[in-house]
């Protein structure tokens, strides 16, 4: 059973920084894809960063050139450093894996922008 607990999400204020972390049980390297997404309120579930097992990077249009996605395989950890927040940035952000055929989410935490 794979598991994924995030941490590293808070209240910041706009322009700040925060680095989240994805802690899997499973090793990522074995996976297809590990990523975040996020969610606000009111809003549908979108796809924030995505990193393959290749190391091959994808990131939503809104946070180009302010996020980063890595990860450290002693570790067993995804990172999404966060530069340059925004308000919109606001939301509860959810660590998620695919090694297929099975696909797994974190609980989420919740990253606060203030302005």
């Known amino acids: 059973q794979v598991r994924l607990v995030e941490s590293g999400g808070g209240l910041v204020q706009a322009g700040g920084s925060l680095r989240l972390s994805c802690a899997a049980s499973?090793?990522?390297?074995?996976?297809?894809?590990i990523g975040w997404y996020r969610q606000a309120p009111w809003e549908q579930r979108e796809l924030v960063a995505l990193?393959?097992?290749?190391?091959?990077?994808d990131y939503a249009d809104s946070v180009k050139g302010r996020f980063t996605i890595s990860r450290d395989n002693a570790k067993n950890t995804v990172y999404l450093q966060m530069n340059g927040l925004k308000p919109e940035d606001t939301a509860v952000y959810y660590c998620?894996?695919?090694?297929?055929?099975?696909?797994?989410w974190g609980q989420g935490t919740q990253v606060t922008v203030s302005s």
């Open positions: 998620w894996s695919r090694s297929s055929p099975y696909e797994y």
């Open positions: 499973g090793r990522i390297f074995s996976f297809n894809a």
């Open positions: 990193i393959t097992s290749g190391d091959s990077t």
